[in-house]
């Protein structure tokens, strides 16, 4: 597969700038953004703005997610969090009394917090499986902990703190053989590495947009396998019921929720200014190719694992295509987020980690910046 020339003209990124944290929050695209500004001014003349605008970007944004992730529109609810999904997701998972619900540790807390809440609701008992010893697997530990008095499973497919895939398939497997729900947050993967949803079947997964999906703070998507649509959402929307477009007929109150994932949608999710920033990059995303993306983010994440190693820097293993996480034996010093402050280097530090997570933006004069920066952190350990 081709890889995917520099895109960084695409963006308004100053020369000056290498900015290597898309784990953390990605730029706009300009057309998102240009997206965006006329979306905001459409409320400036609201007398155009007509029923059927409530409903027609959403279904295209909807649509466009549900495609990049190999799935239909109905089977996906609008959110505006990754917290907001995890909770509509657990309002619909039965657990037992005494049944366990596995999370990694160090996952997201939008994740933890919200198992914590099941547990304290249903009696169950939370199982943290430990970071593995340098060198093993986090996939192996995490099949290890699921057995048959697991009710719940829920995991990343890239680990947010050290890039580790997760083997998901595998996951799924072992849940399905003891009768687990699965629930995925995809937000440090999806848009940036592909992901076989049918083989991997999950009952639920929720990524948030502004990463690897280079959209809006404030908008997520929730994916609801077909066996749960018929589930409770978190609100009493007036949106999600049956004959909704009709505005003249809502003071009929009819109960009805839309019969899939759309009655899941947060409330007011027909965000005018925020749902044409998340399509427009959906659908570059798309015109690139995930599989495309993920290639040439590997080859950018490689060569600069290579050049790193000869400072000393240790990736983690199993790591995901996009995503470098690396430690130096004897630390790069605290004063080392100020120094690539200053060099407007950008990357994320996380306990003793150093994230670099690159887009198609990153080009050679960016890479030639982070490794001369840490070059020099590193001489000053020494
Ligand atoms: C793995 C992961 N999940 C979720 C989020 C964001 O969660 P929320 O949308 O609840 O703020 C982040 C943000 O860093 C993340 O890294």
Redesign the pocket.
Same mark, same amino acid.
């Given at each position: 597969m081709p890889l995917i020339p520099c895109q960084r003209a695409l963006f308004d990124i100053p020369p000056g700038v290498a900015y290597f944290d898309c #784990? !953390?929050m990605s730029p706009l695209l300009n057309r998102a953004a240009a997206a965006g500004e006329a979306g905001l001014l459409r409320k400036a003349h609201p007398w155009e703005i007509k029923a059927a605008h409530f409903f027609d970007e959403s279904e295209r944004v909807r649509g466009l997610f549900a495609r990049l992730i190999g799935a239909a529109a109905g089977d996906v609810a609008i959110v505006p =969090?990754? =917290?907001y999904g995890m909770a509509t997701a657990m309002g619909n998972v039965r657990v037992a009394a005494g049944q366990t619900i596995v999370t990694l540790a160090e996952d997201?807390p =939008?994740t933890i917090y919200a198992c914590r809440a099941l547990v304290a609701r249903e009696e169950a008992r939370l199982v943290t499986v430990a970071r593995p010893a340098e060198g093993e697997d986090w996939t192996e530990v995490l099949l290890d902990a699921i057995d048959g008095g697991t009710a719940l499973v829920c995991a990343?497919h890239v680990h947010?703190v050290c890039g580790t895939r997760i083997d998901l398939e595998a996951v799924a497997r072992r849940c399905r053989s003891v009768g687990a729900t699965l629930i995925l947050?995809t937000?440090?993967s999806t848009g940036a590495l592909p992901l076989d949803l049918q083989a991997i079947d999950p009952d639920y997964l929720v990524a #948030?947009s502004y !990463?690897w999906l280079l959209g809006p703070y404030s908008v997520?998507f929730l994916y609801v396998a077909p066996r749960h649509q018929q589930g409770r959402p978190l609100e009493e929307a007036w949106i999600t019921r049956a004959g909704a477009e009709d505005f003249r007929r809502l003071t009929r109150y009819d109960e009805a929720l839309e019969p899939d994932a759309r009655r899941f949608d947060m409330g007011e999710r027909s965000n005018f200014a925020l749902l044409p920033v998340a399509g427009a990059a959906i659908s570059q995303l798309l015109d690139w190719g995930v599989d495309s993306i993920a290639e040439t983010l590997g080859a950018t994440t490689a060569a600069l694992e290579a050049r790193l190693a000869e400072l000393g820097a240790e990736a983690s293993p199993s790591r995901a295509p996009h995503y470098l996480s690396v430690r130096f034996p004897h630390g790069l010093g605290d004063e080392v987020e100020a120094r690539l402050a200053a060099a407007e280097v950008h990357v994320s530090l996380r306990g003793d980690r150093m994230r670099i997570t690159p887009h198609l933006y990153n080009d050679e004069q960016d890479a030639d910046r982070l490794v001369r920066e840490i070059r020099e952190s590193v001489a000053q350990q020494v």
């Open positions: #784990a !953390k =969090s990754v =917290s997201f =939008s990343p947010w947050d937000t440090q #948030a !990463k997520g």
